[in-house]
């Protein structure tokens, strides 16, 4: 196991009312897919590593704070009464275990990253937003659902250090420090999947033009400069969700 870079300061309640606005934003954008798919966030303070992830059951238009349960590493849920989803155990207990600084974790299926996710050839560097995932990006070969705890291991060498991964023939994965960054990469990501599927069905109408290699490079620099405007997109975030329905807090 990685060793746990420090955790910006939050409180359990925060980390809670922050990933259940995750969950009701998602489903705004029409990431969600009814009771499937998962975000987590590993919680702070010593001892065993233990995180929140979302009740198996719940859409995420109605998931609140207080409906997360908390779970360990050896998949026991020690604070909550309700199941979680066992492949989702699966998926989030090996970034967990292997990445001290990916303390969110956001895994979905959207139609955009489930075409690129059966490309050959993954995410393409045709736009300045695919850019930003330029030798960034991890790639995990499919294994079927992932039921298979032994299949950690392999998640966590095709992750890497990157800040997203590609679940070939299942769909997409961000990691980041808090859940601001984690969110903000599966948006970005999910745009550039996006504009690579609009991009393909013109393809055979005009050519399509991707970004070279050393521009490509130049542009991921640029967007590492900026990472903190993140935080700005999120606070932005919470404050339309606060405006339309403000019960995630609950």
């Not at 238009?61 to 909550?80: P, Q, R």
């Not at 990916?102 to 937003?129: R, S």
Request: glycine share 6%.
């Amino acid at each position: 196991m990685s060793d746990v870079t420090q955790h910006p300061q939050a409180s359990e309640q925060q980390l809670r009312e922050e990933l259940a606005a995750a969950y009701r934003l998602a489903a705004m954008f029409g990431w969600d897919d009814t009771i499937y798919t998962h975000f987590s966030v590993r919680l702070p303070g010593g001892g065993e590593p233990r995180f929140l992830i979302n009740p198996f059951g719940f859409l995420f238009e109605e998931i609140c704070a207080s409906d997360l349960v908390v779970v360990n590493l050896k998949g026991e849920v020690v604070d909550g009464d309700q199941a979680y989803n066992p492949a989702g155990f699966t998926i989030h207990s090996a970034v967990h275990m292997a990445r001290g600084d990916a303390h969110c974790v956001i895994h979905t299926h959207t139609l955009p990253g489930m075409a690129v996710a059966a490309c050959e050839h993954g995410l393409l560097p045709m736009n300045q937003i695919s850019a930003e995932f330029y030798e960034r990006i991890g790639y995990h070969d499919y294994e079927g659902v992932a039921f298979n705890l032994e299949e950690r291991e392999r998640i966590q060498a095709s992750l890497g250090s990157n800040i997203a991964m590609i679940l070939r023939s299942h769909g997409l994965l961000s990691v980041g420090p808090t859940i601001a960054d984690a969110f903000q990469i599966m948006y970005t990501l999910n745009q550039a999947c996006d504009i690579q599927l609009a991009a393909a069905q013109i393809a055979a109408l005009t050519p399509v033009q991707p970004i070279e290699a050393q521009l490509a490079r130049h542009v991921c620099d640029q967007f590492r400069g900026v990472e903190h405007e993140r935080q700005l997109v999120w606070k932005a975030w919470l404050r339309k969700l606060d405006r339309i329905d403000p019960s995630y807090k609950h």
